[in-house]
């Protein structure tokens, strides 16, 4: 995915301008329409969700009925594209917004099977699908804007980050993820773009040092992937959350480390969190409400609570039946759902 540069976007709305200025000058409606027809090919040279807004209004002006409507429209053009010269496909622009049907604004995720493209791999135990991350940096980042992952497992935050244009530090604890993860990455690394993977421990890494070595002073946004507490178990070491003896340990470390990043998160920035709850002695345990209010407690406004379905994963694979029957006798409900929380820095 290729990021437009600003001077090919200047450029054609600097002739639709000029066009839409003489169209405002202009009384009769036959010529304003002749001139527009004429002009539709300007669109062509507009990145994506540009484009598309462009030809919607070309094509209502050339369906107006009157001066007055034409106007009105040749108008709505300027307005959109006024503060568009820097954008691109990888960019938000809320005076495009009608032409983002890509982004969610709802609160139920049914995303379907994990994006397997450029890189994205099942081979981890406990990854998440590359859609979350998507969503979230398409609608609250910009592009080289730095994301910061703590839990980065096989990359999936640090990867869609390169395919958007942003930079990423992610951290992992596992050595034997860290040096797979590394070289997946740097095989995709694009200029203009960083990757930083740190092998350490989110509670102790030096995120200072971190910033200072990549020149940074600040992140702009975190996303957070933990484990589940001990439902999966990712490695020996008793750092790692998933060795975590009890919930109140797991909870008083994850804190620790969200409190961390957030102390090197800008103000307004935005941090995600997907997490899913846990089954245990009979009875469910709300993990993701709890680090949900762990969060909310740091001073941490709540934008986003996100039900996201859950798809065919490594641990019920092949194992349908089987999580049926022991849901049916015990009289639980197998987990089909997780969340996505998403908080901004006041």
Same mark, same amino acid.
């Given at each position: 995915? #290729?990021?437009?540069?600003?001077? @090919?976007?200047? &450029?054609?709305?600097?002739?639709?301008?000029?066009?839409?200025? #003489?169209?405002?000058?202009?009384?009769? *409606?036959?010529?304003?329409?002749? &001139?527009?027809?004429?002009?539709?090919? %300007?669109?062509?040279?507009?990145?994506?969700?540009?484009?598309?807004?462009?030809?919607?209004?070309?094509?209502?002006?050339?369906?107006?009925?009157?001066? !007055?409507?034409?106007?009105?429209?040749?108008?709505?053009?300027?307005?959109?594209?006024?503060?568009?010269?820097? #954008?691109?496909?990888? &960019?938000?622009?809320?005076?495009?917004?009608?032409? /983002?049907?890509?982004?969610?604004?709802?609160?139920?995720?049914?995303?379907?099977?994990?994006?397997?493209?450029?890189?994205?791999?099942?081979?981890?135990?406990?990854?998440?699908?590359?859609?979350?991350?998507?969503?979230?940096?398409?609608?609250?980042?910009?592009?080289?804007?730095?994301? %910061?992952?703590?839990?980065?497992?096989?990359?999936?935050?640090?990867?869609?980050?390169?395919?958007?244009?942003?930079?990423?530090?992610?951290?992992?604890?596992?050595?034997?993820?860290?040096?797979? @993860?590394?070289?997946?990455?740097?095989? *995709?690394?694009?200029?203009?773009? =960083?990757?930083?993977?740190?092998?350490?421990?989110? /509670?102790?890494?030096?995120?200072? +040092?971190?910033?200072?070595?990549?020149?940074?002073?600040?992140?702009?946004?975190?996303? %957070?992937?933990?484990? /589940?507490?001990?439902?999966?178990?990712?490695?020996?070491?008793?750092?790692?959350?998933?060795?975590?003896?009890?919930?109140?340990?797991?909870?008083?470390?994850?804190? +620790?480390?969200?409190?961390?990043?957030?102390?090197?998160?800008?103000?307004?920035?935005?941090?995600?969190?997907?997490?899913?709850?846990?089954?245990?002695?009979?009875?469910?345990?709300?993990?993701?409400?709890?680090?949900?209010?762990?969060?909310?407690? %740091?001073?941490?406004?709540?934008?986003?609570?996100?039900?996201? !379905?859950?798809?065919?994963?490594?641990?019920? =694979?092949?194992? &349908?039946?089987?999580?049926?029957?022991?849901?049916?006798?015990?009289?639980?409900?197998?987990?089909?759902?997780?969340?996505?929380?998403?908080?901004?820095?006041?």
């Amino acid at each position: 995915m #290729s990021i437009t540069s600003e001077n @090919t976007i200047a &450029e054609p709305l600097k002739r639709l301008h000029v066009l839409c200025e #003489s169209l405002l000058a202009e009384g009769d *409606l036959n010529k304003i329409k002749e &001139e527009t027809a004429n002009a539709v090919r %300007l669109a062509d040279d507009a990145p994506e969700p540009l484009k598309s807004v462009i030809l919607d209004h070309m094509n209502r002006i050339l369906g107006s009925r009157g001066v !007055d409507r034409a106007h009105y429209y040749v108008k709505s053009v300027m307005k959109d594209t006024g503060n568009s010269g820097k #954008s691109s496909s990888l &960019e938000f622009n809320i005076n495009l917004w009608k032409a /983002y049907d890509e982004i969610r604004t709802d609160s139920l995720w049914i995303l379907g099977k994990r994006d397997r493209e450029a890189g994205h791999k099942g081979w981890y135990w406990g990854n998440f699908v590359p859609q979350i991350p998507h969503q979230l940096m398409m609608r609250y980042t910009r592009t080289s804007d730095w994301i %910061l992952d703590p839990f980065c497992g096989s990359g999936t935050t640090l990867i869609e980050a390169i395919r958007m244009g942003r930079n990423s530090v992610g951290i992992e604890i596992n050595p034997e993820v860290f040096s797979r @993860t590394s070289e997946v990455v740097q095989s *995709l690394q694009q200029t203009g773009t =960083r990757a930083d993977i740190i092998l350490g421990d989110s /509670y102790t890494v030096d995120l200072k +040092q971190v910033m200072e070595r990549n020149g940074i002073s600040h992140f702009d946004m975190v996303l %957070l992937h933990p484990p /589940y507490w001990d439902i999966i178990r990712f490695s020996d070491d008793q750092a790692d959350l998933s060795t975590s003896p009890d919930m109140e340990s797991f909870m008083s470390r994850f804190t +620790q480390i969200v409190k961390r990043s957030i102390d090197v998160l800008k103000p307004g920035g935005y941090m995600g969190l997907v997490i899913g709850d846990a089954y245990r002695d009979g009875e469910i345990v709300p993990l993701g409400f709890r680090c949900m209010d762990a969060v909310s407690s %740091l001073n941490m406004k709540i934008k986003g609570i996100i039900v996201k !379905d859950i798809q065919n994963t490594r641990g019920k =694979r092949s194992s &349908e039946n089987l999580w049926r029957y022991r849901a049916l006798k015990s009289g639980f409900y197998v987990f089909k759902h997780e969340y996505v929380f998403v908080f901004q820095k006041p």
